[in-house]
């Protein structure tokens, strides 16, 4: 019996912007693996190559070398197209700027990514898990910064997405309003089974993860499991 | 050099092709307004110092023959500054060049004294020698159309007499600006030449010893020029004069004052439109490029630099752009001015014509840019530089669509949500999309009504020369015939179908107005020269009624059912009353027709013409040209198809010239709006659209959404933009009309196709340009900016 592939599997991943003496080597050769359904908090200072790796992982960018791959699938190969495919079908996103749509509505930033999956949850369902079944018809405009950034979550979920990325969801947002989106992300891990990666700052949020990735000058320096996670509510802000 | 002026240049260049864009559409305005003004002043002040310095009559009268003592009582009349008599006769010419006989008038010259009135501008050579009897100056077009030299031998038939001339000087004259035989429309210098002789020569070669058959006289400034022509018809009725004329009956001045007036006419018309729509477009588009600026201008401030400074450094930013677009505007506009000068000195023969602009017509050139790109810059740039710094920074909320009006059509559950994001954004912000659109729209009017003038001159041209003259010669006998003349006519080889013409010079009067024009008897329906009505309808005289062209109508003031009083000015001099039976607009030409038994009738002949038009086997034709040269009693041949080839290519010149350069810059202008247009929504939009990009949509869904916003306007623009085109078309008919022509209100279905064509290809090549920028959108640093 052959065990399923891990959901992502990095081998030597590197990522070099620019070339000779102003390249900057923003990874160096990571080796990660992930199982599936796992609650992921990146960490790390400024620099460390958190978001780089994000980025890899959710098809945003390649890497200058090394291999990775989502379910046995090679991401580091992969064209245009198929990374495009590969976002629509499985992956996530949630940014620290929510990044919505101002000319639609709440239910129409959410059916925008369910119109193109190919098997979305209806959105107000998306919105109601995160808690804005009352405002679906709100423009971005008439929402507070922790609405929208629900919006964006709904959204992002709304596709029953297999990985769910998230850099800096907290990063805009007051700690109470913080603490409701990182419940609704928890919520999200535990009901659909999705993957989900936290980038963040703020070292405490680690607490309510399965496993805790410590970046630092483009590698790895640190990856703990959680031996007992808490819940977002009892995070120390 | 500052910081900030280092800014200014690397932004100028950072936007170098939104920038060239809206300096094209300055450049487009000013030269048109450039050329157009400029050749309206050039052609007047030529004109006006050469009528003078040449002494240019104010009157001409001919007389059968009168003696040459009449000319101190010419002289004697009030007002009469100064008057010349002279002999002017008819030639035929016979020319090895070409077999068709070119028609012309030879002129006597004053012998040892410059002419007082009509003096003619000698261009090389020198005049006639008075001891020689075979010498004479030539009209210097004709002499160039036949590549004649000084010291050529010219033969002409004089009054029936075959004469062999010595040219000794190449000419221009002041009558002959437009060079053109009678009755014809289009001036070809190898059709029409003019002759100047020594007075004794000519007077022995037309048998016109001690007398002469033309006055032409210079008024006083104060004299009233219909005063003076009463006093001179007076006083030469008895010697069979048909009535002097003014300068706006003569030719060759309602030639060139028409097309003075048609300049000015496009003078007014065209250019304000071109300035008012490039100041218009500039205005929409530097505001825009300045509101996506938003950010830089709160660091700025942030930086320390004060709300002046900031505003100083983007109207410097508009004013780099507007000054390109001055400077090439005023480069092409001159380049242009001149080459239309050269091209107007080709068929109107000026000694010079310089194209000069003068201070003012520059100065509203850059008054215009100056508003147009301040004004533009100037409400943005205050409005960016009012915010706090930190407000400036902060990325601007996001807009509420909640409010908009029609919001609930985009709330139709039939709409995806890239569908809903186009229309919520056309409908969010209704002033600056109604001015995109308006843009576009004000680019394709120009293209229809630059096309327009293409259209009107094949459908005049079309008329005349293919529905309303059908015959490939006209003959002119020298003096009416007998109706045996047109017979043998008829009868000779080659000819297929002939019809007779009779006209007669005559004064028209209804009323208190006059106007003098030739009657001319046609027979009953017509097949080879007909009167065509400006919707292609033919107009038979009926028995007794008379047909006169709407514009002569105007000019007496009468209409269909009245009664005007016709003086025939030649022959017996009978004077008849005429019912008007119906004044149809007639696209080229003006005219009176009525039946020929009816005007044979009235001037109490027996059937006489004066001549015919024939249809000719294409084989004949060149024979019957050698045969009727050699016809002494034959004043003119006119030859239709070569006629219709002169026609077309002074219009493919002149018209082609400027409706070319219309086209062209309303292009300009349509690519201006358009991809600014679609530039800056690419710049308004880059964010979302890379948000979208990360969600997992594809280039081709989000290049739907910006170039969604694009197709919309220009679905709305398109036939906004033609309607207007077609008004304004409309319009400049009406405005364009002279005495010799009525642009016929016309708009082929190509032209409407063309416009449309133009905009949306200018439209798809913009979206592809973009296309590519979306291509290149950085997913990564969307995420992670705010704006």
């Known amino acids: 019996m052959t065990s399923d592939p891990p959901c992502f599997e990095a081998r030597a991943l590197s990522k070099v912007y620019g070339e000779g003496h102003s390249a900057v080597h923003a990874l160096r050769g990571v080796e990660f693996t992930a199982a599936d359904g796992e609650l992921i908090v990146i960490l790390g200072p400024s620099g460390s190559g958190k978001s780089t790796m994000l980025n890899i992982l959710g098809g945003l960018d390649r890497a200058s070398s090394g291999e990775v791959y989502f379910r046995g699938e090679a991401l580091h190969s992969a064209s245009d197209r198929q990374l495009t495919r590969y976002r629509r079908e499985h992956v996530g996103f949630v940014f620290q700027f929510y990044n919505l749509m101002p000319s639609l509505t709440a239910r129409e930033n959410v059916a925008l990514v369910t119109e193109i999956a190919p098997d ?36 992002a979920i709304a596709k029953r997405p297999d990985v769910l990325f998230c850099d800096e969801p907290t990063g805009a947002l007051d700690s109470t309003t913080g603490i409701r989106v990182l419940e609704a992300l928890q919520q999200v891990n535990t009901t659909l089974g999705s993957t989900t990666f936290i980038i963040t700052h703020n070292a405490s949020v680690a607490d309510m993860a399965d496993r805790v990735i410590i970046f630092g000058d483009g590698q790895i320096r640190e990856d703990r499991r959680n031996i007992s996670k808490i819940q977002p509510s009892e995070l120390i802000w | ?433 109604g001015m995109t659109t308006l843009g576009v729209a004000a680019a394709g009017s120009l293209l229809v009504v630059a096309l327009y003038f293409t259209d009107a001159m094949e459908e005049m041209i079309a008329t005349y020369f293919d529905i309303s003259n059908r015959h490939d010669i006209a003959v002119v006998f020298t003096e009416a015939r007998p109706m045996s003349a047109f017979y043998d006519l008829a009868r000779r080889e080659g000819v297929i179908e002939a019809e007779p013409f009779r006209s007669a010079a005559a004064r028209l009067q209804f009323e208190q107005r006059e106007v003098r024009m030739g009657l001319t008897g046609v027979i009953d329906r017509p097949g080879l020269s007909r009167l065509i009505d400006d919707a292609r309808q033919t107009i038979n005289p009926p028995p007794g009624g008379l047909v006169l062209s709407q514009d002569l109508a105007n000019r007496l003031g009468a209409q269909a059912g009245d009664t005007i009083r016709a003086e025939v000015t030649e022959g017996a001099r009978p004077v008849l009353e005429l019912t008007i039976a119906s004044t149809p607009t007639v696209l080229l030409g003006s005219g009176v027709h009525m039946r020929l038994e009816d005007l044979s009738a009235a001037l109490g002949e027996d059937r006489v013409v004066s001549g015919a038009y024939l249809r000719v086997d294409e084989n004949a034709r060149e024979a019957l040209y050698l045969e009727l040269k050699e016809a002494p009693l034959v004043a003119g041949v006119q030859l239709h198809e070569l006629a219709r080839d002169n026609m077309q290519e002074i219009l493919d010149q002149s018209m082609g010239v400027s409706v070319a350069i219309y086209t062209l810059f309303a292009g300009l202008i349509a690519i201006g709006v358009i991809y600014n247009a679609v530039r800056v929504s690419l710049a308004e939009r880059a964010r979302e659209l890379a948000s979208l990009r990360v969600l997992g949509f594809s280039k081709t869904d989000v290049s739907y959404i910006l170039l969604g916003e694009t197709g919309f306007i220009l679905l709305i623009a398109i036939p906004l933009g033609l309607a207007a085109g077609t008004a304004m078309a409309w319009a400049l008919a009406g405005a364009m009309s002279s005495d010799f022509f009525r642009l016929p209100y016309i708009i082929y279905p190509s032209t409407y196709a063309f416009a449309a064509a133009v905009l949306i290809v200018i439209g798809a090549i913009s979206a592809l340009v ?10 990564v640093a969307v995420l992670k900016t705010r704006e």
Do not use: C
Not at chain 1, 129 to 144: Q, Y
């Open chain 2, 1 to 433: 050099m500052s910081p900030l002026d280092r800014k200014l240049f690397r932004d100028l260049w950072r936007l170098r092709t939104q920038g060239i864009a809206i300096a094209l559409v300055i450049a487009a305005g000013i030269a048109v307004h450039l050329t157009m003004a400029g050749m309206l002043a050039s052609l007047t002040e030529t004109r006006s110092a050469y009528y003078e310095r040449q002494r240019f009559a104010d009157l001409w009268a001919s007389v059968v023959r009168a003696p040459n003592t009449l000319g101190d009582n010419i002289r004697a009349i009030e007002g009469v500054g100064a008057a010349e008599t002279r002999i002017a006769a008819p030639v035929l010419f016979d020319m090895d060049s070409m077999a068709e006989p070119p028609t012309g008038v030879i002129y006597s010259l004053p012998r040892g004294r410059p002419e007082a009135v009509n003096a003619i501008y000698l261009d090389r050579g020198r005049l006639p020698d008075p001891s020689r009897r075979d010498e004479t100056v030539i009209l210097k077009g004709f002499a160039q159309a036949h590549g004649l030299e000084i010291g050529d031998a010219v033969r002409a038939t004089i009054r029936g007499k075959r004469e062999q001339l010595v040219i000794t000087g190449f000419a221009l004259s002041p009558e002959y600006v437009y060079a053109i035989a009678p009755g014809q429309l289009i001036p070809d210098p190898a059709l029409f030449g003019v002759l100047w002789m020594d007075r004794d020569a000519l007077e022995n070669a037309a048998d016109m010893e001690g007398a002469f058959n033309e006055t032409v006289v210079r008024l006083n400034r104060s004299a009233d020029p219909d005063a003076v022509a009463d006093a001179l018809d007076q006083l030469l009725e008895p010697y069979g004069a048909p009535g002097a004329i003014t300068r706006r009956d003569h030719v060759s001045a309602a030639f060139v004052e028409s097309e003075v007036e048609q300049l000015q006419t496009m003078g007014a018309f065209m250019p304000p439109i071109f300035l008012a729509v490039a100041a218009f477009l500039v205005n929409i588009v530097i505001s825009r490029l300045v509101a996506v600026e938003r950010e830089q201008i709160g660091l700025m401030k942030a930086f320390g630099y004060g709300s002046g400074e900031v505003a100083w450094h983007y109207l410097k930013l508009a004013g780099g752009i507007g000054l390109v677009g001055l400077l090439l505007g005023m480069a092409a506009g001159t380049w242009l001015g001149r080459a239309m000068a050269v091209l107007y000195t080709q068929y109107y023969e000026f000694p010079y014509l310089v194209f000069a602009a003068t201070p003012g017509v520059y100065l509203i050139g850059v008054a215009v840019t100056v508003l147009s790109v301040g004004a533009g810059a100037f409400w943005s740039v205050t409005r960016a530089a009012r915010l706090a710094p930190a407000v400036a920074m902060r990325a601007p909320p996001p807009p509420d669509y909640s409010v908009s009006l029609g919001a609930t059509v985009t709330r139709l559950s039939v709409l995806d949500q890239q569908t809903r994001m186009i229309l919520r954004q056309l409908i969010r912000y209704p002033i600056r999309n």
């Open chain 1, 120 to 155: 979305p949850m209806a959105p107000e369902e998306a919105l109601g898990l995160v808690g804005l079944d009352k405002r679906v018809d709100h423009f971005p405009a008439e929402l507070s910064g922790g609405e929208q950034q629900r919006v964006a979550i709904a959204r």
């Open chain 2, 770 to 779: 973009v296309r590519r920028r979306i291509d290149t959108l950085d997913l």
